[in-house]
């Protein structure tokens, strides 16, 4: 069945980085967009950024641009987030998403949090 499982997440100071990555299972991972969202406490869930198959093509909402960058690994399974420059309103539960046959597949998510 397919899985998703992020890591990465944790405690960072305004203007450090993290990276952030989902290991992807059950389904040929090469031949799927995938993507990264994020919801923060009280707020609605909000698209990050997508990386398409297999990885030229990229988009990212613009809270986030030129500060964020996914990547992904199609020997490896896995889609990254890099995450530079981080900020108090990036803190959210991030998750990553895979979309087939208009299903939509999501990990457990994993925790940022942006604190001084």
């Known amino acids: 069945q397919v899985q998703l499982v992020e890591s990465g997440g944790g405690l960072v100071q305004p203007g450090g980085s993290l990276r952030l990555s989902c290991l992807a299972s059950?389904?040929?991972?090469?031949?799927?967009?995938m993507s990264w969202y994020r919801q923060a406490p009280g707020k609605e869930r909000e698209l990050v950024a997508v990386?398409?198959?297999?990885?030229?093509?990229?988009n990212y909402a613009g809270s986030v641009k030129g500060r964020f960058t996914i990547s992904r690994d199609n020997n490896k399974n896995t889609v990254y987030l890099q995450m530079n420059n981080l900020k108090r309103e990036d803190t959210a539960v991030y998750y990553c998403?895979?979309?087939?046959?208009?299903?939509?597949?999501w990990g457990q998510g994993t925790q940022v949090t942006v604190s001084s």
């Open positions: 059950g389904f040929t991972f090469s031949t799927y967009a």
């Open positions: 998403k895979v979309v087939m046959v208009s299903v939509s597949y």
């Open positions: 990386i398409g198959n297999p990885g030229g093509y990229s």
